[in-house]
């Protein structure tokens, strides 16, 4: 069991930067892949944003995001962490890490076995 707690979010103005992290607690986060996904009001779906792997080797990003956003982790410190910048009205969100056991990393939010609370991050124009 991993329980993950999302920090860091908050209102920015546009071509802003936050960082974003998330803490986990519980055996074996340092073998689980991570993702970052984020839901908009009205928004059905969470959508994908960001993943690492379990060793940080690989990162994937939503399109959107490439560019500005940089996932990263610290194994040691069982966090994970979203820097992003030049932020954007459109960015404003709900932001969700999630935890995925295992060794394939998803971009999609389905075979994610653990979720954060969420956190909200607004961008004003």
């Known amino acids: 069991q991993v329980q993950l707690v999302e920090s860091g979010g908050g209102l920015v103005q546009a071509g802003g930067s936050l960082r974003l992290s998330c803490a986990a607690s519980?055996?074996?986060?340092?073998?689980?892949?991570m993702g970052w996904f984020r839901q908009a009001p009205g928004q059905e779906e969470r959508e994908f944003v960001a993943?690492?792997?379990?060793?940080?080797?690989?990162?994937y990003y939503a399109d959107s995001v490439k560019g500005r956003f940089t996932i990263s982790r610290d194994n040691a410190k069982n966090t994970v962490f979203l820097q992003m910048n030049d932020l954007k009205p459109e960015d404003t969100a709900a932001y969700y890490c999630?935890?995925?056991?295992?060794?394939?990393?998803?971009?999609?939010?389905?075979?994610?076995?653990?979720w954060g609370q969420g956190i909200q991050v607004t961008v004003s124009s």
């Open positions: 999630a935890a995925d056991s295992s060794i394939v990393v998803y971009t999609n939010a389905g075979p994610y076995d653990y």
């Open positions: 519980g055996r074996g986060f340092s073998s689980y892949a």
């Open positions: 993943a690492i792997s379990w060793g940080g080797g690989s990162t």
